[in-house]
């Protein structure tokens, strides 16, 4: 048990869909992120909250947008996305942004058609 | 950015003690060494962090010269569930330093066999 849940754990979407992906955790930590493992390529860092606030984008293309409720929760909302887009998508959760022990959920595998 | 180098792959037996080297020769001052497990369809897994010299924790023992400029991921006795891949992680975690400093690179794939 990480303390990170991810829901959905697979969603499969059309190109002109909306969806969104859900993370919880559980652990009182205080920032969230979303990486992207798009297969046999290093995981790329999305977004990163630190207390609800967004201190990083990583040149995401608006076609993702996150939402950050509370330090528990993390959203990643996708609309018109592109095939290119599928892949496992991870949020993870540290004590704060400066931490590099970060635990991870279990992902959300992704497939846009 | 510290940029790290580790094999791609490498293969062991059960019982065998494995040992994995990044080489991150730039290390600046501040930057601290952090390694991570992953296995398929699932999330990267925090194993072991250090600065200097060895850390040794419950699941793995942490090797760093003097020089900083290489470390090395010893994993005592593997068993077959230790196939995964490992990354080595480098970057500044004092207070002001920026989490898009932390970069997976493309791991370790370790592939253990009975």
């Known amino acids: 048990e990480t303390g990170v849940t991810q829901t959905p754990r697979h969603l499969v979407m059309g190109m002109t869909n909306k969806k969104s992906l859900k993370c919880e955790q559980h652990l009182g930590h205080n920032a969230m992120y979303w990486y992207k493992q798009s297969a046999k390529k290093p995981l790329e860092l999305m977004f990163v909250y630190n207390f609800k606030e967004q201190t990083e984008n990583n040149s995401v293309p608006s076609r993702f947008s996150p939402e950050c409720p509370n330090s528990s929760h993390l959203f990643l909302h996708l609309h018109t996305l592109q095939p290119e887009d599928s892949a496992l998508y991870l949020c993870a959760s540290s004590q704060d942004s400066q931490a590099y022990e970060q635990y991870f959920g279990p992902g959300t595998r992704l497939t846009v058609t | 950015l510290a940029k790290t180098t580790q094999p791609i792959s490498m293969d062991s037996y059960e019982g065998q003690e494995v040992n994995i080297t990044c080489s991150h020769n730039?290390?600046?001052?501040?930057?601290?060494i952090t390694w991570y497990q992953q296995f398929p369809s699932q999330g990267p897994r925090f194993i072991i962090q250090?600065?200097?010299t060895k850390v040794t924790n419950e699941v793995a023992s942490l090797f760093i010269p003097a020089d900083r400029k290489s470390s090395t991921l010893s994993l005592p006795r593997v068993s077959l569930s230790d196939t995964a891949v490992y990354y080595c992680l480098v970057g500044d975690i004092v207070r002001g330093g920026s989490a898009s400093k932390i970069i997976f690179g493309s791991g370790t794939r370790l592939s253990i066999r009975p």
């Open positions: 730039n290390i600046a001052t501040n930057d601290y």
């Open positions: 250090g600065y200097k």
